[in-house]
């Protein structure tokens, strides 16, 4: 059995094992500053850990917690229920959206939530225009989102259409298992979004 007076305290922080590391070569062994240097390293981790996680709410692609904040500011409306990631996308298309209008406008904000490349056609004779998703498959999980960003948008008197992207059969007849698995992949585990 060993001897209490020579056991070691185990450093499991990261902070406290820098720590430790200053000190003179004759601590090595000394118990209390062994504990001292894990206790002091525990807190500075905490506190480490607390101001990267407080720096993630500066950007809209990191914030968390901090996305009420955002979209208080930007005057939208904090829907909890909805996923992070459809959330984060509204305050990033807003903040795309500022500007005049055109059909980079609308690309911008269309592709915050599609997550993937947009086109905007328009038909001046009829006073509408067209988003058509070229890379997102289906109907992206937050087009209701997108619509009402739009509609922020556009002027009042144009109408606007958008077209979804579907595989043809023959796509799908030429795919291999695993080609078809990634898109369900992709699709299911909100890489569509």
Do not use: C
Not at 133 to 144: A, L
């Amino acid at each position: 059995m060993s001897n209490p007076s020579t056991m070691s305290v185990k450093l499991t922080s990261p902070k406290g094992r820098e720590l430790f590391s200053y000190l003179p070569s004759y601590y090595e062994t000394s118990r209390v500053m062994q504990a001292d240097m894990q206790s002091k390293g525990t807190e500075m981790d905490l506190l480490y850990q607390t101001l990267d996680e407080t720096l993630d709410q500066f950007f809209v692609r990191t914030a968390t917690w901090g996305l009420g904040y955002w979209e208080q500011e930007l005057g939208i409306e904090t829907d909890r229920i909805k996923p992070v990631e459809q959330r984060r996308a509204v305050v990033e298309s807003k903040l795309r959206g500022a500007g005049k209008f055109s059909g980079r406008l609308v690309a911008n904000v269309a592709e915050a939530y599609a997550r993937g490349k947009v086109d905007v056609s328009f038909q001046p004779e009829v006073w509408s225009f067209t988003v058509s998703f070229v890379d997102t498959m289906g109907i992206p999980p937050n087009i209701d989102d997108l619509k009402r960003a739009i509609d922020d948008l556009k002027p009042a008197h144009m109408a606007v259409e958008y077209e979804y992207r579907y595989l043809t059969i023959a796509e799908v007849e030429s795919m291999t298992l695993s080609n078809i698995e990634q898109i369900l992949q992709d699709k299911f585990a909100g890489g569509g979004a």
